[in-house]
């Protein structure tokens, strides 16, 4: 149900590469709600994703970028004022990626030119990309900008490896350029910490699976999955979240304020049965 929460709004979505991706999902939604916007993503995504049918779905043009190369982020910003009739008011980066994890690399063991790689494709082009904005003044008064976190910034997740680094980085320069374009233009920065996803880039984490089913357990609402994260990006392109800036904002089911779950403690007393062979209760409360 849609409730045109972004009627005349003009945006700019980074990072769609299929229909697996959040930003997809968060492309659909907001032209639910009536945005137009820009989609962009590397030439390589263009050649291997599908997001030609998600422009025509969206009737939105793409705009071919490397978010790590300002030259090319000062094109995507200009060619979608220009496409789009001037100032945007809205703004996703979902943009992350790790050669360490791809090739295997433990944290022990990195290799450096893979870890600045990594920092920044999946943090410091968040920085070049509000930079560009900001110095054309791309973005409205009350516009918003949303970066796509992970709990992993905050404690050590098994296998998430140095893209925790990268999403630590991610919400420091959300809060510090955040006050920034607080002060002098009245736009919002803020990062999403988001339950778990299995999209093309999360299914490389290693144990991803087994995570999954872990944070369901734990969190009392089960894990947001991409459809809600949607949502949640609506929401912050909107009017209604115009006082809500600097944050990391959880959005996890409540997995980011549990210690212990009845279901999870039940799976590990279980686990321990099985491997000790104890007698221990199930139903704890």
Known sequence: MA?????GKKGIIFGALDSKSIAWKVAE??????ATFTLSNTETALRFGELDQLA???HAEIIPADATNVDDLLNVFEKSMEILGGKVDFVLHSIGMSLNVRKKRVYSDLNYQFLNKTLD???ISFHKMLQVAYKLDAINEWGSVV????????RVLYGYNDMADAKSLLESIARSFGYIYGRDRKVR???ISQSPTITTAGSGVKGINGLIDFTERMSPLGNADAEDCANYCVALFSDI??????QNLYHDGGFSSMG???KAMAMYNKSLEIDMGLDLPLDLD
């Not at 979240?241 to 600097?246: A, E, F, G, L, S």
């Open 3 to 7: 409730y045109n929460l972004l009627k």
């Open 29 to 34: 939604m907001a032209y639910a709600e009536g």
């Open 56 to 58: 025509e779905k969206c």
């Open 121 to 123: 494709i999946s943090a």
């Open 147 to 154: 970066a796509l976190s992970y709990i992993a910034a905050q």
């Open 189 to 191: 920065v803020n990062t």
């Open 241 to 246: 979240t115009r006082k809500v800036t600097m």
């Open 260 to 262: 212990m779950s009845l």
